[in-house]
């Protein structure tokens, strides 16, 4: 059976949507943030796929500077008292934190297949150990 040629797909469309990067059909996770095994609809294997902490720090990163600006104009503008803010921005900052996390999970999952991440391997030329002058 041929291999089927598959077209190369926006990542940030497909990352966003939690979708395969190479069909753009199957579903990319299971649950809230675990990767699938293979994608269902072409048999893509996700072993490669290892965002690591990307996604949560991307996701603050965003929602933070952004929770500040909110913060900073409701803050004066409004001047309401500190436990207001417990009440509602503190909630609404994490409600953002979660949100964005599929998502950025998924783009930077479709941006390792598109440039085809690997694992590091790291080789030593020898400046610091054999042939140095230093014994």
């Known amino acids: 059976m ?13 990352g966003l949507r939690c979708r ?4 753009g059909q199957g579903p990319l996770l299971k649950g809230f943030l675990t990767i699938r095994e293979a994608c269902p609809a072409c048999g893509l294997d996700y072993g490669f796929a290892e965002p690591a902490d990307g996604p949560a720090f991307f996701g603050m990163s965003l929602v933070g500077v952004l929770g500040m600006v909110l913060f900073m104009w409701f803050e004066f503008s409004a001047h309401p008292p500190i436990w207001v803010h417990l009440v509602v921005t503190m909630p609404l900052l994490v409600l953002g934190c979660l949100g964005v996390l599929r998502p950025l999970k998924g783009w930077l999952v479709s941006e390792q297949y598109i440039h085809k991440a690997a694992p590091p391997e ?10 140095s002058k230093w014994r």
């Open 122 to 131: 790291f080789e030593s030329i020898g400046g610091h150990g054999e042939g």
């Open 20 to 23: 395969c990067p190479r069909c």
């Open 2 to 14: 041929p291999d089927i040629e598959y077209p190369r797909l926006n990542t940030l469309s497909t």
